[in-house]
């Protein structure tokens, strides 16, 4: 089993020269210079490869546990995310009005690459405390980020998302829990499940955010509201006070991400779990929606580190490994001289390189449009809004493939358990699951992203890549040219979509799995491209210069034909489709 190690030079290059992070500059106070990320992602890669990274083995062998009602979390998780907490991790890019260091979201994406990369189980600890961190500083009242914020922001008390029941999961509008008005407060019952560290020992307090309905709310999902019930009530001087009516029912027995307790809460089973409304009543859909953008930037983040991890445990073990014969039949040759193994490890490594770009240009995207204002920001705004379902959609699909490879690259020895490498694809097998499915992913992009205004979005990013693309054409950059016919049959994709979603909005969606593939593919290609255009000014030596050349060639003459595969589906019609019915599968 080999030892991770964070990649340092990959992500800077990618998220200084591809991802472009230097653009925030003109709208910070305080620039973020290029030895200040360096020095910050080193002491990352040293805490995500020294720290985080031994456990995860032996997290994923326990796993968690409930004692006497309390979930106990893998041996030496406390004491990791204590020293993640202490250094400062938690809080790199949290508001400095609550206690956080203020810096961009798209540096700790950086960070966060290494710490997922490093243990996925523990990391969704601080993934889930931001998107509910990011709710409350987005939607509570000032008292609210007031008591809460700081400890959260601090990392001191972690934050969980309380949406699905056994009822409702993708369907919202089936949330069955109840919130009662009571003097300054509303009492919460109901149960809730898959939530994801609903509880543990690391922190003083868990800070659960709760989907519920009060007595006069209407049917579906505008009669939701959003609630932040502490499993420890907090005094006014900020005190910790008595346990709150929150119990962890269960902990769920789960496929992977073994070490991150998975449970099933109860709220109000006696008198009445105590809450407070985040945001107005009635509208917790859109505050849901703050933590689930979050979220998803986040899972795709999640399925290039597993991606990478796996990739890593692969190229050891084909260098390490030998079996058969050298090209010039004199010796036996490790398998990473075969054909076919390089063929598998550089579809790792090409697609790992364009998810990385593509989930840091996303990453940077978000600051943009959180510092900028009028016109430019409603269009940073578009981008993220296209960027979303492609981060958390395509990228998951890729992990799915690339776990998998890693398996096949080590042949028998990758089925069994003690080599560690399916651990990696058993994890990665829930990223395409929540956060919202890949196929809500792919509705969400050919709906909300494309249809509502007509592809005017979706068009302006094919333009601003395609001028891209032409200016390293003009360059001389290889491959241009497959790239630019790539963009041209996701151009009449997109009309294909618009026309059928027209015709019938129902129906129409049996495009959007392909459309949202067909994208992935395509601006990882373009992505691709740029790097290509980048690297000769770029900080890599000659050797890492020549490996990404090597990855962008296999890239656009490999994976790229791919996308014209989802652009034939699409172009063919639905007419199979709308055929279909529950009688179509009798037997």
Not at 174 to 194: C, V
Not at 227 to 238: M, Q
Request: aromatic share 6%; glycine share 10%; net charge negative.
């Amino acid at each position: 089993m080999s030892e991770y190690r964070y990649p340092l030079n990959d992500i800077l290059f990618s998220l200084n020269d591809i991802a472009g992070l230097a653009r925030l500059n003109a709208h910070r106070e305080e620039e973020v210079d290029t030895d200040l990320v360096e020095a910050i992602l080193t002491e990352a890669g040293k805490l995500a490869e020294q720290c985080i990274a031994p456990l995860n083995h032996e997290g994923d062998q326990v796993g968690s546990t409930v004692v006497e009602g309390n979930v106990q979390e893998a041996a030496g998780f406390k004491e990791a995310f204590r020293e993640y907490v202490e250094g400062g991790w938690s809080s790199l890019a949290g508001s400095e009005e609550f206690g956080g260091q203020g810096l961009p979201f798209s540096l700790a994406a950086a960070v966060n690459e290494g710490v997922m990369s490093a243990n996925l189980a523990f990391s969704l600890c601080p993934l889930l405390s931001q998107g509910s961190i990011e709710a409350i500083e987005t939607h509570g009242s000032q008292s609210l980020k007031d008591k809460y914020l700081p400890n959260m922001v601090s990392g001191e008390w972690t934050g969980t998302m309380n949406l699905t029941e056994p009822n409702a999961g993708s369907d919202l509008a089936a949330i069955a829990a109840r919130a009662m008005p009571k003097d300054d407060h509303f009492l919460i019952s109901g149960q809730k499940i898959f939530i994801t560290w609903g509880d543990h020992q690391m922190t003083d307090n868990v800070i659960h955010l709760v989907l519920a309905r009060l007595p006069d709310a209407p049917a579906g999902v505008k009669g939701i509201s959003l609630f932040l019930v502490p499993k420890f009530l907090v005094n006014d001087d900020g005190s910790l006070g008595e346990r709150n009516d929150v119990t962890v029912v269960s902990v769920e027995k789960k496929l992977g991400i073994h070490a991150s307790p998975t449970c099933v809460m109860g709220f109000g089973e006696n008198e009445g779990a105590i809450g407070y409304l985040v945001g107005q009543e009635h509208q917790g859909i859109m505050a849901m929606f703050t933590m689930m953008n979050n979220a998803r930037q986040g899972v795709g983040l999640q399925g290039l580190a597993i991606a990478e991890r796996a990739y890593q445990q692969a190229l050891d073990y084909a260098k390490d490994r030998v079996q058969g014969m050298s090209a010039d039949r004199s010796k036996r040759a490790p398998i990473i001289e075969h054909p076919d193994v390089l063929r598998m490890l550089m579809t790792m490594k090409s697609q790992i390189d364009s998810m990385r770009s593509l989930v840091l240009s996303a990453a940077v995207e978000i600051d943009l449009a959180n510092s900028t204002e009028g016109p430019e920001q409603r269009s940073h705004k578009e981008r993220v809004n296209m960027y979303t379902p492609i981060v958390k959609g395509w990228i998951t699909e890729q992990a799915q493939e690339i776990t998998s490879l890693a398996i096949q690259v080590h042949g028998g020895v990758g089925f069994i358990e003690e080599t560690g490498v399916a651990q990696h694809a058993r994890d990665a097998r829930i990223l395409p699951i929540y956060e919202g499915t890949n196929g809500i992913q792919a509705l969400d992009l050919i709906g909300r992203k494309m249809y509502s205004d007509k592809g005017l979005g979706f068009s302006n990013w094919i333009e601003d890549l395609t001028a891209e693309v032409q200016v390293a054409k003009s360059l001389g950059i290889k491959g241009t040219d497959k790239v630019l016919i790539a963009l041209a049959e996701l151009t009449l994709s997109k009309q294909t979509c618009l026309a059928q979603m027209k015709e019938d909005a129902v129906l129409g969606t049996g495009s959007a799995y392909a459309l949202m593939m067909q994208t992935g593919y395509v601006v990882g290609a373009c992505l691709q491209i740029k790097a290509l255009a980048k690297l000769p000014d770029s900080n890599l030596s000659e050797e890492q210069k020549a490996s990404w050349q090597q990855s962008v060639a296999f890239y656009v003459q490999q994976i790229l034909p791919r996308a014209n595969a989802q652009h034939q589906t699409i172009i063919s019609g639905l007419e199979s489709v709308s055929a279909l019915s529950a009688q179509s599968f009798e037997r």
